[in-house]
C-alpha cells in the first residue's frame, strides 16, 4: 500500500499560501507549511485557515503550520520560497546578500531533514540561489530545479495570445536562459497551434513582447510593490505534480548543466523532462544564431551572479 506524500513549503508567505492552496486542491499530498519562528504563528494561522478550506472543498489532506524543521522530515517535495521579496526599484540581484545565508540555512536543513527530497527554488535572484542551495546540500543535479521557465514562458504566451486575439491554450512558447532582464524567448520555438507566430504578428510587436516579458516581473513588482504570486505558484505547483505523478513533462525550468548548451557548473533555463527521476533529460534545441548569442549574453548575467555567491 502506497504512503500518502509529504510537501513541503519554506515560506509562509503569498506565494508559500498559493503554492498549499494548490497543492490541497490536486491533493498531491499532505502539507508542511514552514516560517522562521518570529512568523509561526502566521503559519500556523494559514496552515489552519486551509485546512478548514479542505473540508469544503472535500480535499483529504493535512496542512501543518510550523517553525520546526522536524516536521518537514520525510518530505518528497521542497518548495523553496524563503526570502525578501522585490520592492519597487530593487533587481533580482539586489537581494543576494540578503537571502543567500537564508538560502544556505534551507540546504543544511533540507540535507539534515530531506535528504531524498525533490526540491524546487523559486526564491531570487533565482539561478544563484538554486545553484547555492545544491552546492551547500549537496543533492544530485536530477533532484534540484528552479522554477522560472514555466513562468516566463507563460507571461510571454499570455502576451502573444492577447496580440494575436487567440486563446491562450493555443500559444506555444519557451523561454531559456536566465531568469532576469537577459532571458532569451525563443521565437523559432514559438507557434500558435503549430502556426509560427512570426505569421500572425509583425517583428515590432513581437520585439514589444519579448521586452514585456523580460520585465514581466518588474512590471508586477511596480504595480503591486511585491512580486508576483499566483502565476509563480502554479508554475512550481506544474513541476511538482510532474514529478510526483511521474507525468514526464517537458518544462522549461533552471537545471544544472554540465556541458548542455555549452555550459558547465551552471543552472540556466533550459527545456527539461520531469517525472519520477526528477529532471530526467535536458532537450537540447537547435538555436538560431540569433538565439545563442541572447543564450550566450544571458548566461554571462547569470555566471557573473554566481560569481558573487561563491565570493560570499
Not at 509562509?12 to 509561526?40: H, R
Not at 527530497?117 to 530545479?145: C, H, Q, T, W
Not at 548543466?257 to 526528477?278: N, R
Request: charged share 20%; with cysteine; glycine share 10%.
Amino acid at each position: 500500500m502506497s504512503k500518502r506524500r509529504k510537501i513541503a513549503l519554506i515560506g509562509a508567505g503569498n506565494i508559500g499560501g498559493a503554492l498549499a492552496n494548490l497543492t490541497c486542491a490536486k491533493q498531491l499530498g499532505d502539507l508542511v507549511l514552514y516560517d522562521i519562528a518570529p512568523k509561526e504563528n502566521f503559519a500556523k494561522g494559514k496552515a489552519l485557515d486551509l485546512e478548514q478550506n479542505t473540508t469544503i472543498h472535500g480535499f483529504d489532506a493535512t496542512v501543518t503550520g510550523t517553525a520546526n524543521w522536524a516536521d518537514c522530515a520525510g518530505a518528497d517535495v521542497i518548495i523553496v520560497t524563503a526570502g525578501i521579496p522585490r520592492k519597487p526599484g530593487q533587481s533580482r540581484d539586489d537581494l543576494i546578500a540578503i537571502n543567500l545565508p537564508i538560502i544556505r540555512d534551507v540546504a543544511d536543513n533540507a540535507k539534515k531533514h530531506c535528504p531524498d527530497a525533490f526540491v524546487i527554488v523559486i526564491s531570487n535572484p533565482l539561478d544563484a540561489m538554486v545553484y547555492e542551495l545544491k552546492r551547500r546540500a549537496g543533492f544530485p543535479k536530477e533532484r534540484v530545479v528552479g522554477m522560472a521557465g514555466v513562468l516566463d514562458s507563460s507571461r510571454f504566451q499570455l502576451f502573444l495570445a492577447r496580440a494575436a486575439g487567440v486563446s491562450v491554450k493555443d500559444v506555444r512558447a519557451t523561454v531559456l536562459g536566465g531568469h532576469g532582464d537577459d532571458m532569451v524567448p525563443v521565437l523559432s520555438a514559438t507557434t500558435i497551434n503549430g502556426v509560427p507566430v512570426s505569421q500572425l504578428l509583425s517583428a515590432d510587436v513581437i520585439k514589444g513582447i519579448i521586452e514585456r516579458t523580460r520585465k514581466g516581473g518588474g512590471e508586477i513588482v511596480g504595480l503591486m510593490g511585491t512580486s508576483a504570486y499566483y502565476a509563480p505558484a502554479s508554475s512550481a505547483i506544474a513541476m511538482a505534480e510532474a514529478y510526483l505523478l511521474d507525468q514526464k513533462r517537458l518544462l522549461p525550468c533552471a537545471a544544472y548543466l554540465t556541458g548542455e548548451y555549452g555550459y558547465q557548473d551552471l543552472y540556466v533555463g533550459v527545456p527539461v523532462v520531469i517525472g519520477a527521476g526528477g529532471v530526467e533529460r535536458i532537450v537540447q534545441l537547435s538555436l538560431s544564431t540569433e538565439e545563442k548569442a541572447m543564450l550566450d549574453k544571458s548566461v554571462t548575467s547569470v555566471r557573473a551572479i554566481v560569481d558573487v555567491v561563491k565570493k560570499n
